[in-house]
């Protein structure tokens, strides 16, 4: 019996990805937990491999196409499936068609969906931040009770089917004054602050739900608040959608609200002349574009810069760093000892090691250390677990491990998650001053500058003398809605002070 192949869900907020290239042709025979294709996402590349043994029959997606997760990509014939393995197998190769005509709920699974949107709305706000999750567009029948039902029929639960979902997700959210039945609280209070019209919102969540990032590219796109057109309609209207009749009269007996500022649209690019060339966003790109711009809109930095002696440190480094290569095969990063003394020093400062949840702060007890690292067609952040329970040479080790990987694609997707203080080492290409965005929800980021010799005025026997010194420095962005200058400005001294005064026996491990 054939096995369908589908498109794997690399991630909680992960819902599509592109087949960089087949490992296997039509005919071949695999075994099972053999890689038969390699998948690329915004978020990591892995080797997707077979769930049963058998001979590949059909190869449905071909190289380079980017489909949703869920999609059959191949079908496997299982070799030696007796007929209960057949029996077994039917119901789950004809799921996806058995899901796919479903888009209207039963009458009261709808009316309980209903009754908890309704609990939702009375709830304080969400704890986190729900991330994005674009669906495949495909048509949306209409359903017949609209009218009697403002909010748009959806799936029953949050775990319905991807094809489900994406017939869901193309469907425009009504207008029901405040567009709470399609947003989570979070949602609602950034569409209250922008002061937009919900019904010109266009929700891409699961079942039609209104996402922060379907909130934010509505502000890119440089529409207009709802107060520049109309003003907001009372939330008891929900019997029908609103008309513009009531709208205007509305206005003569209610202040009209102040706007609030939106983002002004980017200027229109001009259409590509001869001798230019036009280079198609990466699927590892198109994700750090929607992330970097989501958190600059969403995360008010700031920044602190501090300069420090890291003259032991590159003593102690040129001591030990010839038996250490010899020894493990690898030089003696500066990163592994400034990651060792800011894990030290977050024991101290335990804010810094934290997330902000919209309504709260959540102090870290594991300390998950990014480590920032450029490959050739982006930027990835993988995170070495629990790094302050590490060596010097344990650090050193799992950094040179993600790098290596990292260029490879051979990063597992647990190896990109759950990171609580990032560190960022500009100063390999010689940066002395950077202002790096942070890894929401974490609230701060660290980088590294170029170490280089500078005159420095020191205090030796009672007397001022010039010295040339190995001088860095770090610049620490911080959010400012967790953060204030005076708590990170004692964490960097705190940081400063351990890498200053460096013992040069400090163990390698």
């Keep these: 019996m054939a096995t369908t192949i589908k498109m794997p869900q690399l991630g909680e907020s992960v819902t599509e990805g592109t087949i960089e290239r087949w490992l296997v042709k039509e005919g071949d025979t695999v075994e099972q937990y053999d890689p038969l294709f390699e998948v690329v996402t915004d978020k990591v590349n892995a080797e997707v491999p077979a769930e049963v043994a058998g001979t590949v029959t059909k190869i449905l997606v071909p190289d380079g196409e980017t489909v949703a997760v869920g999609t059959p990509v191949a079908e ?40 908890a949107v309704e609990e939702q709305e009375e709830a304080p706000p969400a704890a986190t931040d729900e991330q994005p999750e674009p669906s495949a567009e495909s048509p949306q029948p209409q359903p017949q009770a609209q009218a009697a039902e403002p909010a748009a029929p959806e799936a029953t639960t949050e775990e319905a089917a991807p094809e489900a979902a994406s017939e869901a997700a193309t469907e425009p959210a009504p207008s029901t004054g405040n567009g709470a039945a399609r947003m989570t609280p979070a949602v609602r209070r950034l569409v209250r602050e922008h002061d937009i019209d919900v019904a010109q919102l266009r929700g ?25 057109e109309a003003p907001p309609q009372p939330a008891a209207t929900t019997a029908a959608p609103a008309q513009p009749q009531p709208q205007a009269a509305d206005a003569s007996h209610a202040p009209a609200p102040a706007p609030a500022p939106t983002t002004p649209a980017p200027p229109p690019v001009p259409a590509p002349t001869g001798g230019d060339t036009e280079l198609p966003l990466s699927q590892m790109r198109r994700g750090i ?9 969403t995360v008010p930095h700031a920044y602190t810069v501090i300069e420090v002696d890291m003259t032991n440190v590159v003593k102690w480094r040129e001591a030990n760093n010839m038996a250490f290569k010899a020894r493990e095969g690898a030089s003696l990063s500066y990163v592994a000892a400034v990651v060792k003394a800011v894990t030290e020093t977050l024991r101290k400062h335990p804010t810094l090691n934290s997330q902000f949840a919209e309504d709260k702060i959540i102090l870290k007890q594991a300390m998950n250390i990014g480590i920032a690292v450029a490959i050739e067609n982006g930027l990835i952040v993988p995170v070495i677990a629990n790094a302050d329970q590490l060596s010097i040479s344990g650090v ?22 759950g990171g609580t203080f990032t560190v960022n080492n500009t100063g390999w290409f010689g940066s002395v001053t950077s202002m790096p965005i942070i890894n929401a929800p974490e609230v701060a980021i660290l980088s590294m500058e170029a170490i280089v010799k500078r005159p420095r005025v020191m205090e030796v026997d009672g007397a001022d003398v010039i010295a040339i010194r190995h001088m ?25 002070k351990a890498l200053e005064e460096w013992d040069p026996n400090t163990p390698i491990g």
């Design 396 to 417: 050193n080790g799992r950094i040179r491990d993600v790098s290596s990987r990292a260029h490879s694609g051979k990063l597992r997707l647990d190896e990109l998650q």
């Design 472 to 496: 860095m420095n770090m610049t620490c962005s911080f959010d400012h809605r967790v953060l204030d200058g005076a708590q990170v400005g004692a964490f960097l001294a705190d940081v400063r």
């Design 289 to 297: 574009a929607r992330k970097m711009t989501q958190v600059k809109q």
């Design 76 to 115: 496997i014939d299982a070799e030696g499936a007796g007929s209960a393995a057949s029996d077994d197998d039917a119901p789950a190769a004809e799921a996806p068609a058995a899901a796919e005509p479903q888009p209207e709920p039963e009458p009261e699974p709808a009316q309980a969906e209903a009754a």
């Design 204 to 228: 891409s969540g699961a079942g039609g739900r209104v996402t922060r990032d379907d909130v934010l590219a509505f502000i890119d796109s440089g529409a207009q608040p709802a107060s520049a």
